[in-house]
């Protein structure tokens, strides 16, 4: 594989991660505005973009989901997992932490139901002058 070939892959995947992951956080939107969805934001993010090294004897990275699952299918899972485990459980760990400090120093919006806004009054429309 070419360094062009391996540059337009990428891009490939990082335009159909970001389809994805806008599908995802339109659907995580109903979740309110807490941890949950916040971290389960940051979690889908992390796992589908944390490289790894796609084989031992190149300098090439690759989605580190997608080595995991080539490696366990061609390699057996317990290979896979020595060598692409710790790159996405470190990334999800680093998910946790972004997402705990977020809630922490990120103040949501809240409904101040004391202030009341007056109602609307619906006024007649004139006439139009012909």
């Given at each position: 594989?070419?360094?062009?070939?391996?540059?337009?892959?990428?891009?490939?995947?990082?335009?159909?991660?970001?389809?994805?992951?806008?599908?995802?956080?339109?659907?995580?939107?109903?979740?309110?505005?807490?941890?949950?969805?916040?971290?389960?934001?940051?979690?889908?993010?992390?796992?589908?973009?944390?490289?790894a090294i796609s084989n031992p004897g190149m300098e090439y990275l690759g989605?580190?989901?997608?080595?995991?699952?080539?490696?366990?299918?061609?390699?057996?899972?317990?290979?896979?997992?020595?060598?692409?485990?710790?790159?996405?459980?470190?990334?999800?760990?680093?998910?946790?932490?972004?997402?705990?400090l977020g809630g922490l120093f990120i103040k949501t919006p809240t409904d101040?139901?004391?202030?009341?806004?007056?109602?609307?009054?619906?006024?007649?429309?004139?006439?139009?002058?012909l």
């Amino acid at each position: 594989m070419t360094t062009f070939q391996y540059a337009i892959a990428w891009i490939a995947y990082l335009v159909g991660a970001l389809g994805c992951l806008a599908v995802w956080w339109r659907m995580t939107r109903s979740f309110g505005q807490g941890l949950p969805r916040r971290s389960l934001r940051m979690i889908a993010t992390c796992v589908i973009l944390a490289p790894a090294i796609s084989n031992p004897g190149m300098e090439y990275l690759g989605p580190a989901l997608l080595v995991c699952l080539f490696d366990a299918l061609s390699q057996g899972s317990v290979e896979a997992m020595h060598r692409t485990a710790p790159i996405i459980l470190i990334s999800l760990l680093v998910a946790m932490l972004l997402a705990v400090l977020g809630g922490l120093f990120i103040k949501t919006p809240t409904d101040n139901l004391s202030i009341r806004q007056p109602k609307k009054v619906r006024r007649s429309r004139k006439a139009p002058v012909l």
